[in-house]
């Protein structure tokens, strides 16, 4: 079993910054795709942004790249969500999420279902 544990979130201004982090414990974090997905009121859980194993590979939603950055220190097993030029839109409960895999490159997990553990999520709110 694996715990996931975000914190960071918190109430900003538009074009603010802020960084999210999610630490895990129960297994090493270097087993682990990493993944963030958020969920707005009203909306379903959507894709934000996802790390591989290794840390060599990212891939972030459209909505999010340029302004957002996934990062890990699987040492620490912490995984990072550092979020530049915040906007009203970004608003959400954010959830940080890890995917079992013997593939230490890949990105390609962007769909909520291929998760297999989930943290409890952050509240980011930006204000206009």
């Known amino acids: 079993q694996v715990q996931l544990v975000e914190s960071g979130g918190g109430l900003v201004q538009a074009g603010d910054s802020l960084r999210l982090s999610c630490t895990t414990s129960?297994?090493?974090?270097?087993?682990?795709?990493m993944g963030w997905f958020r969920q707005a009121p009203g909306k379903e859980r959507e894709f934000v942004v996802v790390i591989s194993r290794s840390g060599s590979n990212a891939y972030a939603a459209d909505s999010v790249k340029g302004r957002f950055t996934i990062s890990r220190d699987n040492a620490k097993n912490t995984v990072y969500l550092q979020m530049n030029s915040l906007k009203p839109e970004d608003t959400a409960v954010y959830y940080c999420?890890?995917?079992?895999?013997?593939?230490?490159?890949?990105?390609?997990?962007?769909?909520?279902?291929?998760?297999?553990?989930w943290g409890q999520g952050t509240q980011v709110t930006v204000s206009s």
């Open positions: 129960g297994r090493p974090l270097s087993n682990f795709a």
């Open positions: 999420a890890a995917k079992g895999t013997i593939f230490t490159s890949s990105v390609s997990y962007r769909q909520s279902h291929e998760y297999d553990y």
